[in-house]
């Protein structure tokens, strides 16, 4: 009795197993997926998710600094619209360069050209591209720099040692005419974590909510 009833388990199980088979087989068949896609579309759903909370992530640095905006101000500019003594203060000397071969030896048609070590495009907005000593400031700080504008590091140079920076203008003349070199006080807004990427640099300049300082960038250099 106690065999038939074994067998009779046993036959259930291999039915089970047939009919789940069956299922799958049919499923497939109608829709034309694999089961084993449905976990790649789940991938790509939590790669999606993860992209979205990147640019929260990012936008929030620019909301920050948007909530601190008096509401009173006549005439905005970065310098007068913010109490910067809340942020960390670093004297450097600071210095202007250009993506040409009389700042990186490299000419247009080097395949690296206006490329910097960050992997980042140089560019002059509000968030402009500007290079540093990485032990002093990692890739992907953010410094408001007075008489600059936000500049986050995306490169590093042979002479930049120290509290040396090196602040990129899209031309010699921009160079000496808008900064030469400087001593002062630069503001760490945002301590980078050695990565930087043209997403974030895309979210940062055309944040709405700075649109009224960053039309200030565009204006200076039309």
């Not at 449905?38 to 990147?54: C, P």
């Not at 000593?133 to 504008?149: M, S």
């Not at 000496?176 to 895309?202: C, F, I, P, R």
């Amino acid at each position: 009795m106690k065999k038939m009833v074994k067998k009779l388990y046993i036959k259930r199980f291999i039915m089970g197993l047939l009919l789940c088979g069956a299922l799958l087989t049919t499923f497939e068949s109608i829709t034309g997926r694999q089961v084993s896609s449905l976990s790649s579309s789940e991938q790509v759903s939590a790669n999606s998710k993860e992209e979205k909370k990147n640019h929260v992530r990012e936008s929030r640095v620019v909301n920050q600094l948007n909530q601190q905006i008096p509401t009173d101000v006549d005439e905005q500019t970065l310098e007068g619209s913010f109490d910067w003594s809340k942020y960390r203060k670093v004297k450097v000397t600071a210095t202007g360069y250009t993506a040409g071969y009389e700042s990186t030896g490299k000419e247009p048609t080097h395949p690296s050209y206006g490329i910097t070590y960050s992997g980042v495009k140089v560019q002059r907005d509000m968030f402009s591209t500007i290079a540093a000593d990485l032990t002093v400031f990692p890739i992907g700080t953010i410094l408001f720099i007075p008489g600059y504008g936000y500049g986050v590091v995306a490169d590093k140079g042979g002479a930049i040692k120290g509290e040396k920076l090196d602040l990129y203008y899209e031309t010699v003349e921009d160079v000496y005419a808008s900064w030469g070199k400087k001593l002062l006080d630069v503001y760490v807004v945002k301590e980078g974590n050695g990565t930087l990427t043209e997403k974030q640099m895309k979210v940062w300049n055309e944040d709405q909510t700075m649109k009224v300082f960053r039309q200030q960038y565009i204006d200076e250099k039309s």
